[in-house]
């Protein structure tokens, strides 16, 4: 098992658990009670948990999502899959707006040597762009985020509401065929209403994990979305209903 692959599974034992001892998570991983205290250590600099004597208590609430630094090696060589293949849907001189999250990261990385005008709603995704030989950035206004870096508000709804892109690359919480395109909260639920509002397609990109989630904010039905790309474990059946539902999917 891989240290980002057991990080994760040390924060959701935790935050399912609520409490749990060293012990307990090195019985769970198969790793050295050393190599646990260490993970926590590392979890709890990323504000994962609380570290006591012996043990952790997780700091996160149920259905609130992991922080950033956390997600964003989670499935790394997936996510870079998914997002070479969003970058092979987008044209040279499009007008592009890129979502926050890890995934979405890893398109703006993608898209860094195109020829393309490309808002990032984030600023990892801007510092991934900055500097593309070939690319116009344009940013945002909006209220920052800590940790996430993400823009959210009434200010980075504006910046969208004024501008026509042709393509919205969004992430997500969860997705499903019945309960559509969900975020965790209502602040990156409207931006990214917004993001679609001005784009003439929305192309999501997301691993397969995400299809067994519905998150608390709805964004969109998934009759919305233009297409969809994830990766070999997203379930057949969900994305035979997003087809159903005139969604085009992309799998790599």
Same mark, same amino acid.
């Given at each position: 098992m891989g240290s980002s692959e057991r990080l994760r599974m040390i924060a959701d034992a935790v935050r399912g658990a609520e409490r749990m001892s060293v012990a307990e998570l090195a019985a769970a991983t198969g790793a050295s009670e050393m190599t646990i205290r260490r993970d926590l250590e590392v979890l709890a600099e990323q504000g994962v948990l609380e570290r006591f004597r012996g043990g952790a208590r997780s700091?996160?609430?149920?259905?609130? $999502?992991?922080?950033?630094? !956390?997600?964003k090696q989670?499935?790394?060589?997936?996510?870079?899959?998914?997002?070479?293949?969003?970058?092979?849907?987008?044209?040279?001189?499009?007008?592009?707006?890129?979502?926050?999250? %890890? %995934?979405?990261?890893?398109?703006? $990385?993608? !898209?860094?040597?195109?020829?393309? %005008?490309?808002?990032?709603?984030?600023?990892?995704?801007?510092?991934?762009?900055?500097g593309g030989p070939r690319l116009t950035l344009l940013m945002p206004g909006g209220e920052l985020r800590s940790g996430e870096l993400t823009m959210t508000g009434p200010l980075a709804q504006a910046s969208l509401a004024a501008l026509r892109f042709d393509t919205a690359i969004l992430g997500c919480c969860g997705l499903s065929a019945a309960d559509g395109l969900t975020a965790y909260d209502l602040p990156d639920a409207a931006?990214?209403?917004?993001?679609?509002?001005?784009?003439?397609?929305?192309?999501?990109? %997301?691993? $397969?994990?995400?299809?067994?989630?519905?998150?608390?904010?709805?964004?969109?039905?998934?009759?919305?979305?233009?297409?969809?790309?994830?990766?070999?474990?997203?379930?057949?059946?969900?994305?035979?209903?997003?087809?159903?539902a005139g969604t085009t999917v992309w799998q790599v």
């Open positions: 700091l996160l609430l149920r259905g609130e $999502g992991p922080p950033f630094a !956390l997600r989670d499935g790394i060589e997936a996510k870079q899959r998914i997002a070479a293949e969003a970058a092979r849907l987008i044209a040279d001189g499009e007008s592009v707006v890129i979502d926050s999250g %890890t %995934t979405c990261l890893e398109v703006a $990385g993608a !898209l860094r040597n195109h020829r393309i %005008t490309v808002m990032p709603l984030s600023l990892h995704a801007a510092n991934a762009l900055a931006v990214k209403r917004a993001a679609m509002a001005s784009a003439r397609r929305t192309i999501v990109v %997301t691993d $397969g994990s995400k299809f067994t989630r519905t998150a608390l904010a709805a964004v969109a039905p998934a009759s919305s979305l233009d297409a969809v790309v994830t990766d070999e474990s997203a379930p057949a059946a969900q994305l035979e209903a997003l087809t159903a």
